[in-house]
């Protein structure tokens, strides 16, 4: 008998997700949500950013249930967050304000406030470690009051916080940058409307920062390589926590001292510097410079560079280039949709299969036919 | 940190948000609705829009069948089935007759439903235009212009071409006298059902982020010329080799010997007429 959809599918389906369960537990190990949580870091972060929801607990327990595959514990992530009533929107978030781990500029020998390396992988060799094969619980603690002595003798502490400054704005000082005044209308939020195109430029970055890390780092590479009109140089990456804040939602009066202060997340953003040519009032070419901005949930460099370099892209629509259609990389990069359409084609597809099957048979009869 | 499922999964304001956008596709047949998409617990394009409209309008009393090309037990069908029982509780069932809510992939049931009943069609993709026309942006235009002149070039671009009109499932419809409608990846079998069909239609497309409907007794009709009739699937000739029915849409199967078998696609249809059958049979036998 052929392959068709036959009566048995309730218990197929269960004894394929109980083979499910059986591949997860046959090793017979368990991995801690903990341990997830403090030795996947970067895995947590992407999960994070993808699904559009900040919660390092629920993104390690979706990473122990997906058995560690990033599309599913996106999607689960995804799925829960449908359930979750929104009711506040926060304040904006200031990005000066961050409390900075990481900063750097390529721009720049001399950023004012210093370049800080922070914690990466760029300067590491990346050689395997064996050594982490016997590694042990005693020698990492020794390994970290070494570490944290080593700097209590060292570092100074400090009475204020320090923010560390855009470098931009120097720039903009010196009529390198184009000045904008701050647009107060409020973000389109694509969770609750469908993005319509031509998007605004709050919709754009949404999907960009939502997308799939790979597909936006795909995109972005593509758009830099050829595909693409832009060569940025990235002026700023920052790694750090930012505050947020909600205004009270009854109180007809606002004052910043009434906020409530709700956590705060860990973020990356990357401003990239992008020279463009304009032509300016006697229609002489010139050359100026413009902003690509990325952001992300976690540490996630590249992506929001990626993400930069596509913001940039689309602010300038090029007929010839895929980069710079808007509905081209909007479309394409979201995790859930792209990975969820490609996976209905296991779906069965016996009906319109059989109905294209009739065509190409008519049609086939039909030319028969007039041959003869 | 453990939380119990909402009833029919989405939050209040979401479903709310959703049977708006229900309400807006009812009153323009034909026009797809965008809205907010939410995130499933089924991965997009697998049925993600049914789901949404199914969830959206469930009450307690409704009784739910879910079809999946064609058959109550196809996988997809029944991973539907089960999220929509264990969030809601609704009854479901695999009579045509007996559901007030059916959601269906590819497929309108054999038997004629009624307006006490509504269908909801999955859909993966809305845009009948999207073949000819890759914007969203484009495509938007052209409906709110009446502009449907690649539609029809399409078909006219298969007659130079083959001789005929060469579409499959999913042949496009006029809604209306207004719209032109795809009528989701249904069989060109199925598309007269639609026609000033008893039951209110839904069709809903997750990944695509559009409502649309066909309210019940609205105009629809498949694009065709006067010189090139629509055509539907034929089985002429050919009858279930389970039931015995002819007139319906129909699987091919190989047998053994590589012959071809055709058996009814609808399956609770063709249990239907078994049953009914053997209850013939047995009633003869005792008389």
Redo the contacts between chains.
Sequence with gaps: ??Y???????M??EASIKRLTYDRLKGEEIIEIQTILSTMRALVDQVMSESSLYSP?LAALAIKQAEGSMEEAV?LM??H??????LYYSDTVQPESMLVERRISASFKDIPGGQLLGSTNDYTHRLLDFSLVNESPMQNKQWLQDYLKSLENNVETSDSVTYFPKIVDYLRKEGLFEEYEIDHTPPDD?????????ASRSARLQVLTRGQTGAVTALGYAALRGYGQVHPTVGEVRVGELPIYVEHPNEVEQDDEDQFYIGDFKMTEVESFIPITKKDENNEKELEFEIGYGVCYGQNETKAIAMSILDQCLEHPEWEFPTHDE?FVL?HIDA??S??????LK??????F???????R??KK??QK?EN | MKTNTHFAFLDEGSKKEIRRTMLKAVAIPGYQVPFASREMPIARGWGTGGLQITLSILGKQDVLKVIDQGADESVNAVSIKKLVQETTGVEVTDQTQEASVIQSRHRIPEVALTKEQILVLQVPEPEPLRNVEASEYVTKRLHSEDEYSGAWLMLFEQIMKYNKTATDADHPVYVNDRYVMAPSPIPRFDNPKMHQSESLILLGAGREKKIYAVPPYTDVKSLAFDDYPFTVESFEGEHCHLCGATDVFMDELIDSTGKSLYQCNDTSYCMARLNEKEKLEVESSYA
């Excluded at chain 1, 967050?81 to 929104?86: G, I």
């Excluded at chain 1, 694509?190 to 031509?198: E, W």
């Design positions: 008998m052929g068709v959809a036959v009566k048995g599918g309730t197929a389906i607990f999607f995804r799925a967050r449908s359930t979750l009533p929104r694509i969770t609750k409307g469908s993005l319509q195109f031509p509905e479309l859930v949709e990975t969820g359409f490609i996976s209905h779906l069965p597809h016996y009906v319109t059989q109905s294209k099957l009739d065509s190409i008519q049609i039909g030319a007039d």
